[in-house]
Nanobody
Framework: QVQLVESGGGVVQAGGSLRLSCVASGRTFSTYAMGWFRQAPGKERRFVAAVNWASTNTNYADSVKGRFTISRDNAKNTLYLHMNNLHPEDTAIYYC???????????????WGQGTQVTVSS
């Protein structure tokens, strides 16, 4: 059974940085477009960033463009999210998973982690 495990979350002051990681089990990771979504308390899950299988195409939500960078290492079955200049409104649980690229980017069921908490203090 495929598993995704996110890590790297924590508490950081506004303006700080974090790097999230998502390690996947199984052999299919390298063939999937992958992405990050986030969910703040009381709000629906929202798209953050996505990357195609070859790392030749990336998409970002307008709210994180220029601050966040998504990347992947298929040899390590790992997806990353580098987050710089964090804002308090970035506070959320961040989830990695398989996505369908397009406008909009949509999550695909059955291939998602349990999430990692990011808290940005002002």
């Amino acid at each position: 059974q495929v598993q995704l495990v996110e890590s790297g979350g924590g508490v950081v002051q506004a303006g700080g940085s974090l790097r999230l990681s998502c390690v996947a089990s199984g052999r299919t990771f390298s063939t999937y477009a992958m992405g990050w979504f986030r969910q703040a308390p009381g709000k629906e899950r929202r798209f953050v960033a996505a990357v195609n299988w070859a790392s030749t195409n990336t998409n970002y939500a307008d709210s994180v463009k220029g601050r966040f960078t998504i990347s992947r290492d298929n040899a390590k079955n790992t997806l990353y999210l580098h987050m710089n200049n964090l804002h308090p409104e970035d506070t959320a649980i961040y989830y990695c998973g398989r996505v369908r690229l397009g406008q909009p980017v949509t999550p695909m069921p059955g291939y998602w982690g349990q999430g990692t908490q990011v808290t940005v203090s002002s």
